[in-house]
């Protein structure tokens, strides 16, 4: 009897697709090797052959101009942010706020350090990086659009206890990223506050007694 069961084959993956499951596989080698992994490396760590990174980028330096860009891509921390649940307490929605942007600052710097100490640039042979192509805005612009809807996000996560609060949302927002976006290891030995010291600081401030003098 002959066998007619025929085995679906899985859609194939769009360009688009492709080029971001690739990104994906090379984020960690890239953090640990910057400019020195290789794209043998990189289609190894993908599942795939080396000629398909090919196919989808057309050098190196694309591959990772396009590391670059998903690294410091706000959308996964925004996702999170958005994830946080109004109904816990502010000092809880804040803590888990303070975790997911170290994370997102961590693989941003992993990954630009990285390449920056090997020597890649996102210029290479005149090729502009990808955020200063035409119509990408400029890299300024791009920071800045990125730090505005992460401020947006952190207000939104405050606006529910306003009522409570000697200062508006958005200015607490504002103090809240400015803490949290300066790095102390480089200024206190390495000694770093914990999502809640820090929030707990951000609400309460630093005396033992509110209100008294130091």
């Known amino acids: 009897m002959t066998d007619t069961t025929t085995r679906r084959r899985a859609p194939a993956m769009s360009t688009e697709q492709r080029r971001a499951m690739i990104v994906?596989?090379?984020?960690?080698?890239?953090?640990?090797?910057?400019?020195?992994?290789?794209?043998?490396?990189?289609?190894?760590?993908?599942?795939?052959?080396?000629?398909?990174v090919f196919r989808v980028f057309a050098d190196k330096?694309?591959?990772l101009d396009a590391c670059v860009t998903?690294?410091?891509?706000?959308?996964?921390?925004?996702r999170e942010l958005a994830s946080i649940s109004l109904?816990?307490?502010?000092?809880?929605r804040l803590a888990q706020a303070v975790e997911a942007l170290r994370a997102h600052l961590e693989r941003m710097g992993a990954v630009i350090g990285a390449l920056h100490g090997t020597g890649h640039r996102p210029e290479r042979?005149?090729?502009?990086?990808?955020?200063?192509?035409?119509?990408?805005?400029?890299a300024s612009r791009g920071r800045e659009a990125s730090m505005r809807a992460?401020?947006?996000?952190?207000?939104?996560?405050?606006e529910p206890d306003r009522a409570a609060l000697r200062l508006e949302p958005e200015k607490i927002a504002s103090v809240f990223m400015g803490m949290?976006?300066?790095?102390?290891?480089?200024?206190?030995?390495?000694?770093?506050?914990?999502?809640?010291e820090l929030v707990d600081i951000l609400l309460h401030g630093t005396l033992k007694?509110?209100?008294s003098t130091a």
């Not at 042979?125 to 400029?138: N, Y």
């Open 24 to 52: 994906a596989a090379a984020l960690p080698l890239v953090a640990e090797r910057g400019a020195a992994v290789t794209t043998s490396q990189i289609a190894r760590a993908a599942g795939i052959g080396e000629g398909t």
């Open 150 to 158: 992460i401020h947006e996000a952190m207000v939104e996560l405050i």
């Open 125 to 138: 042979g005149g090729r502009q990086a990808p955020e200063d192509r035409p119509g990408g805005g400029g």
């Open 180 to 196: 949290l976006f300066v790095r102390p290891q480089a200024t206190s030995g390495g000694v770093e506050a914990s999502p809640e």
């Open 87 to 92: 109904d816990d307490p502010l000092a809880d």
């Open 61 to 63: 330096d694309e591959l």
């Open 70 to 78: 998903e690294a410091t891509d706000p959308g996964h921390v925004l």
């Open 209 to 211: 007694t509110p209100g």
